[in-house]
């Protein structure tokens, strides 16, 4: 077992809870794992959800914390994988001034480089898009940002595995009863 830290990304699959949320990331915070990125959203079973929870800690850890998690009672399951091991997505959203869209050609070749994605245009303000890795979001950040970036937001991971789950049947069963 690796005592190395890395980033692992938790997938659990929950009943919707009150309170749940609050259990989950004390389990976390007893251990001292900050949590990078947070997303929930439903699953392919009606009154499931998926919560997807990045963080960075070692293997020890993390199996660990799984283990904890899933003795929660309203959590079906939960498991934890590598980078390699998914094909994960981030999204983030620029605001930036439109004067700079139209008077300066090199932000139009930015956009274009990188495929983002302009959302909308006003006079005062333009908004790009961009979906990808962890590291195209950062480089194309550090780029945009010399220009002067009036508000960024960025999504938490999603993420699904490239081996089976098995967790279907076991989200079907849950259905069922």
């Known amino acids: 077992m690796s005592d190395k830290l890395i ?10 809870s009150v309170g749940l949320l609050n259990r ?3 389990i976390f915070q007893r251990r001292h794992i900050n949590i990078e990125s947070f997303n929930s959203s439903m699953t392919e079973i009606e009154n499931v959800q998926r919560w997807t929870i990045l963080v960075i800690t070692s293997e020890t850890f993390i199996k660990k914390i799984v283990g904890q998690i ?3 009672v309203e959590v079906i399951q939960s498991y ?3 980078d390699e091991e998914t094909i994960y997505q981030e999204s983030c959203l620029f605001k930036i001034k439109s004067s700079l869209l139209f008077d300066d050609r090199q932000i139009q070749n930015i956009i274009k480089e990188s ?3 302009i959302v ?4 005062e303000f333009f908004v790009i898009e961009k ?8 480089e194309l950040y550090e780029k945009l940002n010399k220009y002067g970036i009036l508000q960024y937001v960025r999504s938490g991971r999603i993420a699904i595995t490239k081996s089976p789950l098995m967790i279907s049947e076991k989200l079907s069963n ?4």
């Open 115 to 117: 495929n983002a994605i």
């Open 24 to 26: 989950i990331s004390a």
């Open 80 to 82: 934890y994988h590598t």
């Open 70 to 72: 899933n003795r929660q």
């Open 131 to 138: 979906s990808g890795r962890t590291h195209e979001l950062d």
């Open 7 to 16: 980033k692992y990304t938790v997938s659990i699959y929950t009943e919707n």
């Open 174 to 177: 849950f259905k069922n009863n």
């Open 120 to 123: 909308t245009v006003n006079p």
